[in-house]
């Protein structure tokens, strides 16, 4: 799939020539004018064109390097305008980031609808048959721009989708439930959560004392937290995330009938996390793990996928389904109970071009809705209409940044709105206002018989009051129903990230009452966690209602597509070429992606090499195949390495495995990670690290075609859980 790269040179280039082309793998947002007409210009019509340099107004420039300054050892003048542009505009180039989910990593793809929502929604872009264009971008909510990607936090999922019928945004998380069930406390949760105000740590964290003082008060957190503390807090990659609308929306079908959905985004590589270890050691190996992953998947051609899904209810006077009211956002239906039904398939195809302008800039917002999606009286999401306009306002500087490239919409744009920062429109007319004669009336608004977007007619009636209705104060089953559906290695995960989070607190009493918030979830869980803390287990002060657990909720023992799963293969100069081309083809084949590990780098014989033994880390990969002896690489350091390595005092005793290898297999075999074996010395090496080539989880093989076998069958599951 790779497209031929111009390679850079060695020494610059002197002679001029017109920009290389874009790379095939990344593409700009749709050529639209500021009101939504298509331009008809090639989508990269805003790139920077030409062979020479010129100042911001065009023209051309002569010199970039010298400020212009009476006598080469003289000062500076005033009258140097390339100068004074250029350092300006450098001194303007930042913006501020999100409050929340500054980091993030983008694409774009298509939306194509199956047509089964046909039913309950007359949106257009959800009847059968319809792409639409998105643009979808995925964060962490806590850290700053420059945080690392696999800290343990909520993932933001926002979907732009570019319909005929104007924008409509699907602005959700990876998590189904919310800490606050009112958006006035979001500043709350936020503060929280945030590093410490006085001296701003810890970045991308919640294992701080003001995160767990405020989650152990405000026990609605809880049920978010519990996601948090699971697995789901350090997804393996974006492209292996569930998505969730998290609040209850409202569709509405072409004869007017309402139905409640909730909105899912299943992934079609399946559901798949990190172990902590390797979250830990990403972070620092490559903090930007998760957004390389999505864009080196979609360079390869290796189009992400996520099957759109609804859960429906009937939109009852009492908005409640099965005991759960469907406008608290702590609240989750568990799938058996109303199952998912799926309404589209979403493919992410390309990289965008440019970070700021596409990335950086796109503003996402609750209340892009299209006729046939309306909201409901959720009090997180009726805040959240009136928040994502209000920040841009700061972030993009003016009212105008719907006419932001990546924020336009494909539908034409007639809004009365005028000038302002930044105003990109030239306007023609002169009654930017209703009623009027002058301009022959325009724009006139439209019945729903032409696409108007008309609010559900719902009856509201009530008095003014701060409070929530009774149906929100249980704030503990979902927690509990969330833990019980978890299989027992994953309830483990979750006392671990209990026991490190509270460990890292420093105030005693923010523990015990967390404590007492876990012993009114489950008995054995809280009970764990005291026990690493070294504190008692508090009895719970209320029944401990039973609930039945939802299977669909753990992520593991369901079987999924392997493609896309990475592959190391650790060779040494001597490794057999004809075995390891075979392996390579075979991974190729079934749409592994294999990374050759060496001992230096370069080439090592015919094999370019991916990563070193220097390099290479467990996170890295699904799977590791040993290719050969794997002797000390030239580089190696006995000392340095030797005291890394597992089991290193019997790396000498072992016939000599370079100590960094005898690292990687031991991390994998920690991580539960396929191990595998190619040729008999491969085997050897594999064996004389401690690995037993018939444990679980241990593919070996002479023929590369039994090694991929085996590969196949043990990475569906992702992981070798029965290893311990
Ligand atoms: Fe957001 N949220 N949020 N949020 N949110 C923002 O908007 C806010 C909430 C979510 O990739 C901000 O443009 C309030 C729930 C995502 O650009 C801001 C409340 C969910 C993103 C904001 C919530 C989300 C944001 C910051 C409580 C999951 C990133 C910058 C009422 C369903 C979108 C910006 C992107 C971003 C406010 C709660 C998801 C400040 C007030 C619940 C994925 O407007």
Same mark, same amino acid.
């Given at each position: 799939?790779?497209?031929?790269?111009?390679?850079?040179?060695?020494?610059?280039?002197?002679?001029?020539?017109?920009?290389?082309? &874009?790379?095939?793998?990344?593409?700009?947002?749709?050529?639209?004018?500021?009101?939504?007409?298509?331009?008809?210009?090639?989508?990269?019509?805003?790139?920077?064109?030409?062979?020479?340099?010129?100042?911001?107004?065009?023209?051309?420039?002569?010199?970039?390097?010298?400020?212009?300054?009476?006598?080469?050892?003289?000062?500076?003048?005033?009258?140097?305008?390339?100068?004074?542009?250029?350092?300006?505009?450098?001194?303007?180039?930042?913006?501020?980031?999100?409050?929340?989910?500054?980091?993030?990593?983008?694409?774009?793809?298509?939306?194509?609808?199956?047509?089964?929502?046909?039913?309950?929604?007359?949106?257009?872009?959800?009847?059968?048959?319809?792409?639409? %264009?998105?643009?979808?971008?995925?964060?962490?909510?806590?850290?700053?721009?420059?945080? /690392?990607?696999?800290?343990?936090?909520?993932?933001?999922?926002?979907?732009?989708?570019?319909?005929?019928?104007?924008?409509?945004?699907?602005?959700?998380?990876?998590?189904p439930?919310?800490?606050?069930?009112?958006?006035?406390?979001?500043?709350?949760?936020?503060?929280?959560?945030?590093?410490?105000?006085?001296?701003?740590?810890?970045?991308?964290?919640?294992?701080?004392?003001?995160?767990?003082?405020?989650?152990?008060?405000?026990?609605?957190?809880?049920?978010?937290? +519990?996601?948090?503390?699971?697995?789901?807090?350090?997804?393996?990659?974006?492209?292996? +995330?569930?998505?969730?609308g998290?609040?209850t929306?409202?569709?509405?079908?072409?004869?007017?009938?309402?139905?409640l959905v909730k909105f899912h985004?299943?992934?079609?590589?399946?559901?798949?996390?990190?172990?902590?270890?390797?979250?830990?050691?990403?972070?620092?190996?490559?903090?930007?793990?998760?957004? &390389?992953?999505?864009?080196?998947?979609?360079?390869?051609?290796?189009?992400?996928?996520?099957?759109?899904g609804i859960q429906t209810f009937?939109?009852?006077?009492?908005?409640?389904f099965?005991?759960?009211?469907l406008?608290?956002?702590?609240?989750l239906v568990p799938e058996?109970l109303a199952a998912v039904q799926?309404?589209?398939?979403?493919?992410?195809?390309?990289?965008?071009?440019?970070?700021?302008?596409?990335?950086?800039?796109?503003?996402?917002?609750?209340?892009?809705?299209?006729?046939?999606?309306?909201?409901?009286?959720?009090?997180?999401?009726?805040?959240?209409?009136?928040?994502?306009?209000?920040?841009?306002?700061? &972030?993009?500087?003016?009212?105008?940044?719907?006419?932001?490239?990546?924020?336009?919409?494909?539908?034409?744009?007639?809004?009365?709105?005028?000038?302002?920062?930044?105003?990109?429109?030239?306007?023609?007319?002169?009654?930017?206002?209703?009623?009027?004669?002058?301009?022959?009336?325009?724009?006139?608004?439209?019945?729903?018989?032409?696409?108007?977007?008309?609010?559900?007619?719902?009856?509201?009636?009530?008095?003014?009051?701060?409070?929530?209705?009774?149906?929100?104060?249980?704030?503990?089953?979902?927690?509990?129903?969330?833990?019980?559906?978890?299989?027992?290695?994953?309830?483990?995960?979750?006392?671990?990230?209990?026991?490190?989070?509270?460990?890292?607190?420093?105030?005693?009493?923010?523990?015990?009452?967390?404590?007492?918030?876990?012993?009114?979830?489950?008995?054995?869980?809280?009970?764990?966690?005291?026990?690493?803390?070294?504190?008692?287990?508090?009895?719970?002060?209320?029944?401990?209602?039973?609930?039945?657990?939802?299977?669909?909720?753990?992520?593991?023992?369901?079987?999924?597509?392997?493609?896309?799963?990475?592959?190391?293969? /650790?060779?040494?100069?001597?490794?057999? %070429?004809?075995?390891?081309?075979?392996?390579?083809?075979?991974?190729?084949?079934?749409?592994?992606?294999?990374?050759?590990?060496?001992?230096?780098?370069?080439?090592?014989?015919?094999?370019?090499?991916?990563?070193?033994?220097?390099?290479?880390?467990?996170?890295?990969?699904?799977?590791?195949?040993?290719?050969?002896?794997?002797?000390?690489?030239?580089?190696?350091?006995?000392?340095?390495?030797?005291?890394?390595?597992?089991?290193?005092?019997?790396?000498?005793?072992?016939?000599?495995?370079?100590?960094?290898?005898?690292?990687?297999?031991?991390? +994998?075999?920690?991580?539960?990670?396929?191990?595998?074996?190619?040729?008999?010395?491969?085997?050897?090496?594999?064996?004389?690290?401690?690995?037993?080539?018939?444990? %679980?989880?241990?593919?070996?093989?002479?023929?590369?075609?039994?090694?991929?076998?085996?590969?196949?069958?043990?990475?569906?599951?992702?992981?070798?859980?029965?290893?311990?």
């Open positions: 799939m790779e497209e031929p790269k111009t390679p850079p040179t060695f020494h610059e280039p002197v002679v001029p020539q017109e920009p290389f082309a &874009r790379p095939a793998d990344q593409s700009g947002p749709e050529a639209v004018s500021p009101t939504g007409k298509p331009t008809g210009a090639p989508d990269d019509s805003r790139s920077q064109s030409g062979a020479y340099l010129t100042t911001a107004g065009g023209v051309r420039l002569p010199d970039t390097d010298h400020s212009l300054r009476a006598g080469d050892r003289g000062p500076t003048l005033l009258q140097d305008h390339h100068l004074r542009e250029k350092i300006t505009h450098f001194d303007h180039e930042r913006i501020p980031e999100r409050v929340v989910h500054a980091r993030g990593a983008a694409a774009h793809g298509v939306f194509a609808s199956y047509g089964s929502a046909g039913g309950v929604s007359k949106a257009a872009f959800l009847q059968e048959g319809v792409e639409t %264009p998105v643009f979808v971008r995925f964060s962490t909510v806590l850290g700053s721009r420059g945080s /690392a990607d696999t800290v343990r936090d909520t993932r933001g999922f926002a979907v732009k989708f570019y319909t005929d019928e104007g924008t409509f945004d699907l602005v959700g998380n990876n998590i439930v919310f800490f606050i069930q009112d958006g006035i406390k979001f500043p709350d949760v936020i503060h929280a959560a945030k590093p410490h105000p006085d001296r701003e740590i810890p970045q991308a964290q919640s294992a701080h004392d003001t995160f767990w003082d405020f989650v152990s008060l405000h026990t609605e957190a809880q049920h978010h937290t +519990m996601w948090n503390m699971s697995d789901r807090g350090i997804p393996a990659s974006f492209r292996t +995330m569930e998505g969730f998290v609040h929306f409202r569709l509405v079908a072409a004869d007017g009938t309402p139905t985004w299943k992934p079609k590589a399946g559901v798949h996390s990190l172990v902590w270890e390797e979250a830990q050691l990403a972070a620092g190996g490559d903090p930007d793990f998760h957004r &390389r992953d999505l864009a080196d998947a979609i360079e390869a051609g290796l189009y992400p996928q996520w099957e759109l009937p939109d009852t006077a009492d908005q409640t099965e005991g759960i009211d406008l608290d956002p702590t609240k058996e799926p309404v589209g398939m979403m493919t992410l195809t390309a990289n965008p071009t440019n970070y700021f302008a596409e990335t950086e800039q796109v503003a996402y917002h609750t209340g892009h809705l299209v006729p046939g999606i309306d909201v409901t009286n959720d009090p997180l999401l009726q805040v959240r209409l009136f928040s994502y306009v209000d920040t841009q306002l700061t &972030r993009l500087g003016g009212p105008n940044f719907e006419q932001i490239p990546i924020n336009r919409a494909h539908a034409p744009v007639n809004d009365m709105l005028r000038d302002g920062f930044h105003q990109q429109a030239v306007h023609a007319g002169v009654a930017p206002y209703r009623p009027n004669s002058l301009d022959g009336g325009c724009p006139f608004v439209a019945g729903a018989d032409v696409g108007a977007y008309v609010e559900v007619p719902e009856r509201v009636e009530g008095e003014k009051v701060r409070e929530l209705s009774a149906s929100f104060d249980d704030h503990f089953s979902q927690a509990r129903l969330f833990y019980r559906s978890m299989t027992p290695v994953e309830q483990q995960h979750i006392a671990a990230a209990y026991t490190f989070e509270l460990g890292k607190c420093y105030e005693q009493v923010i523990r015990e009452r967390q404590l007492q918030a876990l012993a009114n979830i489950d008995a054995q869980l809280c009970a764990t966690v005291a026990t690493g803390l070294g504190l008692p287990a508090p009895e719970p002060t209320m029944n401990l209602d039973d609930v039945d657990p939802s299977p669909a909720l753990s992520q593991i023992g369901t079987p999924f597509p392997v493609d896309g799963r990475k592959i190391g293969i /650790a060779v040494d100069d001597a490794s057999d %070429p004809q075995a390891v081309n075979g392996l390579i083809e075979a991974c190729e084949a079934v749409g592994l992606v294999p990374f050759i590990v060496g001992p230096h780098g370069g080439t090592v014989g015919t094999f370019k090499v991916d990563r070193t033994y220097g390099t290479a880390r467990s996170f890295e990969f699904d799977a590791l195949v040993l290719g050969g002896a794997l002797p000390p690489a030239a580089d190696a350091i006995p000392a340095l390495d030797a005291r890394a390595a597992f089991r290193a005092s019997d790396a000498a005793a072992s016939g000599g495995v370079d100590a960094r290898i005898i690292q990687l297999v031991g991390e +994998m075999w920690r991580h539960c990670k396929v191990l595998g074996s190619l040729g008999s010395s491969g085997q050897q090496a594999l064996e004389s690290i401690g690995v037993d080539p018939e444990s %679980p989880g241990v593919v070996n093989g002479e023929a590369p075609g039994d090694v991929t076998e085996g590969l196949i069958a043990l990475l569906a599951l992702h992981r070798v859980w029965d290893r311990f």
